[in-house]
């Protein structure tokens, strides 16, 4: 009987590893807790959407963020305070081949494919600054990356109607650049 049980134990265990070992290979992205508040940090090599959830003691509901990475960026997150920030869902901007199977095509538009929004700078009242204009005739949404003094990223996705233009704040960011540019949804 005990030699039984010893056998399952092992046979569970090197069923399972398989399983755990491929789930972390797929998570590009973690929480990491600093002395100035909580971090997100993509490991990967390819722009994620992370889904994140922030519990607090004393609140009766948590809070959801969904936040756009650029990558092998790390991005500071906004939550102040004691609680519990987890992960809910870690996702490619863009699908991807997986297992050689092709995504399949979107349907075309007029501007697929196009880089529709363009970065200009602005001069108001003696003061320089950015700004974001679209060239298409569609909505277009745009990751904006931007890298402070001492070499932070933050991403921002920002949607803009078409033939427009948008300032867009410093935010404390000494560069900006845009990392993607695509149709709005």
Known sequence: MMKFRFFFLITLFVWLLPATSAQAALKCTRVATTLSGEQLINTCGSC???KIQRKRPSAAAPINRTLTLAPKTTTGLSFRGPGQSRI???????????????PKPKKSTKSDGKRCIIMQRTNKAGVTGLALANTCNECRMAVVDRINGKGERRSQSIAIGGRSQMPIKALGALKAAILDDSPCK
Do not use: E, F, H
């Open 48 to 50: 994620r959407i992370v």
């Open 88 to 102: 809910l869902s870690d996702t490619p901007c863009r699908p991807s081949a997986i297992n050689g199977a092709r």
